[in-house]
């Protein structure tokens, strides 16, 4: 009798285990695939990316220039781009350029070696020095460039134009661009035969480069620099829901 008195508390307690565990695993969240199903079972969507683009003329330049002097002597060959950059900061003042427009981007001193000798003695020192120039209005960069030269800027880097103010193509070429993407969108909900709904996420991508001039490294005289256009181009990815 006490046997079976103890065999019956066993089973009992044994089913009262198995209820508790098969309760704890039934409120544990969903796996990772059939959250995954769950989420593409709720999310319908078509994605789409549209894309705007304005030209327009550039109405900013930016001029790389400077001065490099090689001499056998170090502090003459600072002494002389120190001097030659006195007279291009000069002219680039009298261009009408504010001294918050100039700004010094690259200033070296190297030392240069003959390697044919078995002691490599130095030869001599370069020394190099360039300034970034803002300059307005674009149609006055040839003349810079050649007064630049005319006063011993014997290094023309770079010469890029760009939109000062943007802010306008911006509009312009975002309305494009989210025209562009809601035309595609609503073709493939015609050809899926399904309903297009509202975006339900969208994202933005702006590209505005300057538009780059190749420029001599050792500059004897400066040909006319046109400006061009440069693009403002604005890129969405939008997803609408399907109705």
Do not use: C
């Amino acid at each position: 009798m006490r046997q079976r008195w103890l065999t019956g508390i066993a089973v009992l307690v044994s089913l009262a285990v198995l209820g508790l565990v098969l309760n704890v695993f039934s409120s544990l969240p969903p796996t990772d695939g059939a959250a995954a199903q769950e989420t593409a079972t709720r999310e319908r969507v078509i994605s789409v990316s549209g894309e705007g683009r304005v030209s327009l003329p550039p109405d900013s330049a930016t001029l790389t220039l400077g001065v490099e002097v090689f001499d056998p002597d170090a502090a003459a060959a600072q002494q002389a781009v120190a001097n030659r950059m006195t007279a291009v900061l000069t002219v680039l003042r009298q261009a009408g350029i504010p001294d918050n427009s100039i700004k010094t981007v690259l200033y070296t001193i190297s030392v240069e070696r003959d390697w044919q000798q078995p002691a490599a003695p130095v030869t001599g020192y370069r020394v190099t020095q360039l300034v970034e120039v803002q300059a307005q209005p674009v149609d006055q960069v040839g003349q810079v460039l050649t007064q630049a030269v005319q006063a011993g800027a014997n290094v023309v880097q770079q010469v890029s134009f760009s939109v000062a103010n943007p802010a306008a193509a911006l509009r312009q070429a975002r309305e494009l661009a989210v025209r562009d993407a809601h035309d595609k969108a609503a073709q493939l909900a015609q050809l899926a035969g399904v309903g297009l709904g509202e975006p339900v996420r969208i994202v933005e991508s702006v590209s505005a480069p300057p538009v780059p001039v190749p420029a001599a490294r050792d500059a004897v005289e400066v040909a006319p620099v046109p400006a061009g256009e440069t693009s403002v181009v604005v890129s969405v990815s939008i997803d609408y829901a399907i109705r």
